[in-house]
């Protein structure tokens, strides 16, 4: 069941919101302020925020802001604001701490149940998206191919997980390739992820003993094109690891083109 942790000072509010919340099917942890409503996203990890802005202590700015500052495992929490408040500088200060929405009392539930709807249907699309990769990923690492229904591929995310050897991954790229994605889906399987922008840097890695288990290779580095620096790589070192190039999107656009022709 979907838990949402709702944070409102004002008991009857709180107490009304709730109801609408648990009819439609919610799990609906409360919490009369900021810090009861730290305390129980910590505890409860849960899937949505609904908070209001002006409280005793610390506000609902104050606590989005300790969230995305200090609290990085919160980071795809989606926030959704509900408060009287309706002054633009108040919702430019909400969105500029990363809020995802921002609604005015009084409650117009139905616009608030669409909201929350949305806001969790882009966070299981991304969520999607990223079991996705990490299937590709694994699949690539291990050879194991997906044994279940695609359906069901969180299931099998976290059997992977679950059942995984721990990995010693070097990531040779230059600065301009985003590999937050890459690293994201790595690490949350629970493998240490190295990155260096350039051969020499991997290479003398090698030469210190650095135990490789997956490489990864940019077309780019900061100091060889891939196909060069690979070579180098097998001939001098003779690796037995698994060693995958990376491509640009351009590139691959490129790639498959020539394979289409």
Same mark, same amino acid.
């Given at each position: 069941?979907?838990?949402?942790?709702?944070?409102?000072?004002?008991?009857?509010?709180?107490?009304?919101?709730?109801?609408?919340?648990?009819?439609?099917?919610?799990?609906?942890?409360?919490?009369?302020?900021?810090?009861?409503?730290?305390?129980?996203?910590?505890?409860?990890? *849960?899937?949505?925020?609904?908070?209001?802005?002006?409280? *005793?202590?610390?506000?609902?700015?104050?606590?989005?802001?300790?969230?995305?500052?200090?609290?990085?495992?919160?980071?795809?929490?989606?926030?959704?604001?509900?408060?009287?408040?309706?002054?633009?500088?108040?919702?430019?200060?909400?969105?500029?701490?990363?809020?995802?929405?921002?609604?005015?009392?009084?409650?117009?539930?139905?616009?608030?149940?669409?909201?929350?709807?949305?806001?969790?249907?882009?966070?299981?699309?991304?969520?999607?998206?990223?079991?996705?990769?990490?299937?590709?990923?694994?699949?690539?690492?291990?050879?194991?191919?997906?044994?279940?229904?695609?359906?069901?591929?969180?299931?099998?995310?976290?059997?992977?997980?679950?059942?995984? *050897?721990?990995?010693?991954?070097?990531?040779?790229?230059?600065?301009?390739?985003?590999?937050?994605?890459?690293?994201?889906?790595?690490?949350?399987?629970?493998?240490?992820?190295?990155?260096?922008?350039?051969?020499?840097?991997?290479?003398?890695?090698?030469?210190?003993?650095?135990?490789?288990?997956?490489?990864?290779?940019?077309?780019?580095?900061?100091?060889?094109?891939?196909?060069?620096?690979?070579?180098?790589?097998?001939?001098?070192?003779?690796?037995?690891? *698994?060693?995958?190039?990376?491509?640009?999107?351009?590139?691959?656009?490129?790639?498959?083109?020539?394979?289409?022709?």
């Amino acid at each position: 069941m979907t838990t949402i942790v709702y944070i409102e000072d004002e008991h009857d509010i709180r107490e009304d919101v709730t109801d609408e919340l648990q009819e439609a099917g919610y799990r609906v942890v409360e919490a009369a302020n900021a810090q009861e409503g730290l305390a129980a996203i910590r505890a409860e990890k *849960p899937d949505l925020v609904l908070c209001d802005i002006s409280m *005793p202590g610390m506000s609902g700015l104050e606590l989005l802001s300790r969230l995305r500052d200090k609290e990085s495992r919160f980071d795809d929490l989606p926030f959704i604001f509900l408060s009287a408040l309706a002054d633009r500088n108040d919702i430019l200060a909400g969105k500029r701490l990363g809020a995802d929405d921002y609604l005015t009392k009084p409650v117009d539930m139905e616009l608030l149940l669409a909201t929350i709807e949305a806001r969790l249907g882009q966070i299981r699309r991304i969520e999607n998206k990223k079991n996705r990769q990490f299937v590709k990923l694994y699949t690539a690492l291990t050879g194991r191919k997906l044994p279940v229904d695609a359906s069901n591929i969180a299931d099998f995310v976290e059997e992977a997980k679950a059942d995984r *050897p721990v990995l010693q991954v070097f990531i040779v790229a230059d600065g301009k390739m985003d590999l937050s994605s890459v690293r994201s889906i790595l690490e949350s399987g629970g493998h240490a992820v190295h990155i260096l922008k350039g051969g020499r840097d991997f290479m003398s890695r090698l030469d210190r003993g650095a135990a490789v288990d997956v490489v990864l290779v940019s077309y780019f580095t900061e100091d060889f094109a891939a196909p060069l620096l690979l070579k180098l790589i097998q001939d001098t070192y003779h690796l037995e690891c *698994p060693v995958m190039l990376l491509l640009p999107d351009d590139l691959k656009k490129t790639v498959r083109e020539e394979q289409k022709s």
